[in-house]
């Protein structure tokens, strides 16, 4: 990545879901751009490797263990940020599951209760315990969808889940400002190993790209520009907002 702009200096991030895809690349553009990040995943060794990764790349990191819906992990990510940094500037709440392509009439009650703890639930909780560590001027960013406009079908539920967080934006916007900034970013199809069952079908893919304007799959870095915006003083007026970040794909007028 090719960023000369050091626009985050002096703040501090805590993303979730960071060390591989969107959330990593995400974690890599803030540091560049000046950020010292706090990066976490479920597995010690993802941590170690996206640590040592972003390091190599002359950014400040730490790593913590997280499973987003694990609450003393979530409370070890946030106090890791806190010990090493001593306040948050910036957090990007990016994890999800998709477990299932059943359709809501058919999902289990177990997958109904996966997708509401991760995709929903942990964004809420996180925040909870990173509300009194973060400074006048924070940023909070919650990762959706553009399937939270058009839960297809295979994309149903966890569509849904992703609808839920436009309306938590605008909630915790109004709860958290004036000092706190809330806003969101609903990406389109990407070629991660999450959207892996949609994007390595030659048919899908096509499918995908062809229902964008710019006839093309989304790139990691194409979400990790947008969050360093939202998480920048050049959105300083943008709250409880979402950008959606898809190529023109069809969302909303
Ligand atoms: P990805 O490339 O598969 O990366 C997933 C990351 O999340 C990995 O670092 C993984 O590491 C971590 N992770 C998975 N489950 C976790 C959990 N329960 N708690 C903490 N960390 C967890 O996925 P991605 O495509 O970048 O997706 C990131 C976000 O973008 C998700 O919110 C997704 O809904 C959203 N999104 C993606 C697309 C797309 O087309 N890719 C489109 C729209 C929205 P470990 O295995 O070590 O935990």
């Known amino acids: 990545m090719d960023v ?3 626009r985050l200096e002096g703040k501090v991030a ?8 969107i959330g990593l690349a995400i974690a890599e553009r803030l540091g560049l751009e000046g950020a010292a990040v706090v990066i976490s995943s479920r597995k010690q060794k993802n941590v170690d490797e996206a640590v040592e990764g972003l390091r190599a ?4 990191v730490v790593g913590a263990v997280c499973h987003v819906s694990n609450a003393e992990q979530r409370k070890h990510l946030i106090g890791t940020a806190v010990k090493n940094f001593g306040h948050i500037d910036i957090v990007v709440s990016n994890a999800a599951a998709n477990p299932s ?14 997708l509401w703890d991760i995709n929903v639930k942990a964004s809420i909780l996180l925040l909870q315990d990173a509300a009194p560590h973060l400074r006048k001027g924070s940023s909070v960013i919650l990762i959706s969808s553009i399937a939270g406009y058009n839960p297809d079908a295979a994309l149903t539920m966890y569509g849904v889940t992703k609808t ?12 958290m400002g004036p000092n706190t ?6 990406p389109g199809f990407v070629p991660t190993r999450f959207a892996g069952f949609l994007t390595t079908n030659e048919t899908i893919r096509n499918e995908l790209i062809e229902r964008s304007i710019l006839k093309r799959l989304g790139s990691v870095e194409d979400m990790a520009s947008a969050a360093a915006f939202l998480a920048s003083d050049d959105s300083s007026f943008i709250t409880a ?8 794909t069809q969302s909303r007028l």
């Open 241 to 248: 907002e979402t950008i959606v970040v898809a190529g023109g």
């Open 14 to 21: 805590v993303v979730t879901a960071s060390t591989q895809g």
């Open 57 to 60: 790349k002359g950014i400040t």
């Open 164 to 175: 839920a967080l436009f309306g938590l934006t605008k909630a915790l916007a109004t709860e």
């Open 101 to 114: 392509v059943d359709s809501i009439l058919e999902m289990k009650e177990s997958v109904l209760d996966k």
């Open 4 to 6: 000369k702009c050091r």
């Open 181 to 186: 900034r809330v806003n969101c970013i609903a």
